[in-house]
């Protein structure tokens, strides 16, 4: 961290008010794995009887802390379970070392915390390649456990954070069979991105009662429309993970709840457009949206082709309505198109249309469409029913300024 | 054209002295297509006889003058042949007028040339999606055909620029069968990159005798080993396109000529280094060696993974050794990895080894190489004997500076 970064435009008025859920508590503390002068390493204590979920990235060079989770993830347990996260090393790329440090932590919270190793989960974010001075994160492990307290949730939403330039949260509160369950999440990452600094780490937290297997479907399925649905600068950490855990403390089966399922959407979307909203060096909230592909895995193709390209994004921090290079983007995308088909919208203005050019087109409408925060381009190719909405930022100076340097 | 850029510091220092290639005259002229004050039109005209072959995109948003060369271009004949060639706008994604502008100019040419409408190749590349005034190019064939000129090849590689900072030229003289057969070539481009002014463009001429199914299967081969193996953004124009003439004028057969085959590949993987030393805001010139991959075509995809990162492009631009976001494009790339049998060197310098940070490495060594203007990243995978070497430029603010406002 040889810089303080300025808070993103885009970031959200002020952290959300999370609530209270019953089964976890948090404790934050400075072990100084990396960072000086702030937190690094969070602990979340989870109730016997919780269910854990998750996703994980598909890196081939994933960290150990990765590996580790994903062998872990599907166990069913009726015990205690610990999630143990540390800023300022992501302990990848450590051969086995690696692997030996993430014994050692797990084993060191198992004890600590009174929990089967097989329920502690670790992630580690920061420098890759340098071997993570564990025994910095054992030592507090006696700190951390007695201050847990279940209000903390924003204090560990701050000890994870690395390149961030806030810390990111949002809740829900569902009513299912007449009871109100809760639901808490908090994430880090400025874009999908970086194995250095920016690596994406969510943990959601509900007080619904929920089986593993059932949890796993509804995160899975999750994912794929919030989290995978977001990108800043297409590339991959090898640390990314999201866990879920529900404590049942509720007493409330949302196994079969739609309002469940959907507030869990909205909220895991929110904390993805949090994520792209501190892009690093973002000025613009870009959603791209694609309907009439033939299938929704073109659709997909397409967005992303779109939402990745460094000429659309760009021209999108230029403020230029540069449709030509959508309609570049669209014929690289490898995705079904027809050229003489496919119409582009910014906004609500159309600007291509059969083909070509719009009739109806006006630069300065569209113009003015790109000076507003949050862009919206919409792609239709005249081909099926295949739909997809992505979500991205702008390329900016700011992201040069941030990578060029960023760990001189 | 807002603005004048100035000189990419990675061109060549003067502009080659390139051979008369007996059976191509060159004539070029400021039609006015959009530039003012320049050159836009070229001409070259081949003699009859001459065997024609060519490479296109593979954009699914293929401009109508790119869709019109495919048409044509297996075609034989013993007549004579024409390319021309417009910049300062790309007749792209502009409907059935665009098809009748290139029906309207090639029948000109045809008829202004004397050779048959079905040997008459054009190239467009500039702003899309606006009709193409193609009366401006009829207007001015007269002019072109009574300045046709067997020197003025150097000519035609200016009027063929756009967002080029230097025009782009090679050459290159074989001995086949104790004769000597001449090869002089022509490129622009500034990228891979970019439908609006960056399409690269490409013409080859030899006086070589070789028949156009021979020349085709040579220019394809070649094409995959150059031109397909650069990349500046990861952006592919809806235009690209390479044409290579072969006259015969100097009677030597080059069919089975290795000599010549590979004298053609030196002349485009030299023009193709061109197009990335002029890559849109370069200071660094990069090479990806990927070795050790199961095969070759996954050493290709890492190589492209880590060429089009941008995590690892401004890396370079800020001299930064950061060997660990060139791991992360491993992982993200699709193509088989084993992070412990991994070695990354840059330069010479061993920076990482069977999936660690290299017992050798040293940050000011690594640094050093980062510090010059020609990098090279070594990737050994240790998992088989593919490999496969391509070549980009780095990610700066210039890059930026030229995309964010392009068209304003």
């Given at each position: 961290m040889g810089k303080s970064l300025s808070v993103s435009p885009l970031a959200p008025a002020q952290f959300p008010d999370l609530p209270v859920i019953e089964g976890v508590r948090f404790a934050t503390t400075a072990a100084g794995v990396k960072y000086q002068g702030r937190t690094d390493v969070m602990l979340a204590l989870l109730a016997p009887g919780s269910a854990v979920a998750g996703s994980f990235t598909r890196s081939a060079t994933r960290a150990a802390p990765v590996l580790d989770c994903q062998a872990?993830?599907?166990?069913?347990?009726?015990?205690?379970?610990?999630?143990?996260?540390?800023?300022?090393?992501?302990?990848?790329?450590?051969?086995?070392?690696?692997?030996?440090?993430?014994?050692?932590?797990?084993?060191?919270?198992?004890?600590?915390?009174?929990?089967?190793?097989?329920?502690?989960?670790?992630?580690?974010t920061g420098v890759i390649g340098e071997p993570l001075p564990y025994e910095r994160i054992t030592a507090v492990l006696g700190d951390l456990t007695a201050k847990l307290d279940a209000g903390s949730i924003a204090e560990a939403a701050k000890a994870i954070m690395t390149t961030d330039t806030f810390p990111k949260g949002a809740s829900a509160s569902v009513e299912v069979d007449g009871k109100t369950v809760k639901i808490a999440g908090i994430a880090k990452g400025s874009g999908m991105i970086a194995p250095d600094m920016a690596t994406m780490l969510v943990y959601i937290f509900t007080d619904a009662q929920i089986e593993q297997r059932a949890l796993q479907n509804i995160v899975s399925i999750h994912t794929d429309g919030t989290f995978n649905c977001i990108t800043v600068d297409s590339d991959t950490s090898t640390s990314d993970s999201l866990i879920m855990a529900a404590t049942g403390a509720s007493g409330v089966d949302v196994t079969e709840s739609e309002a469940f399922s959907d507030a869990l959407h909205t909220l895991m979307l929110d904390l993805a457009h949090q994520v792209v909203r501190d892009g690093e060096g973002a000025t613009k909230f870009v959603e791209i949206a694609v309907t009439g592909a033939a299938n929704d895995a073109d659709a997909k193709t397409h967005a992303m082709s779109i939402a990745n390209s460094p000429l659309i994004k760009t021209a999108i921090a230029g403020q230029d309505p540069n449709w030509g290079r959508v309609v570049m983007a669209i014929g690289k995308s490898g995705a079904a198109a027809d050229r003489d088909r496919l119409s582009i919208r910014f906004g609500d203005i159309e600007v291509a249309k059969d083909g070509w050019r719009s009739p109806s087109y006006s630069e300065e409408a569209a113009a003015a469409h790109m000076k507003g925060e949050n862009i919206v381009i919409g792609v239709e190719l005249g081909l099926g029913e295949g739909t997809a909405t992505v979500w991205t930022c702008d390329l900016t100076h700011g992201y040069i300024e941030i990578n060029a340097d960023y760990r001189s």
């Open positions: 872990k993830i599907s166990g069913v347990s009726d015990e205690g379970a610990a999630i143990l996260v540390n800023s300022g090393n992501a302990n990848a790329f450590t051969g086995k070392g690696g692997v030996a440090a993430v014994e050692a932590i797990t084993a060191a919270v198992a004890k600590a915390c009174d929990v089967p190793q097989s329920r502690v989960f670790t992630s580690s």
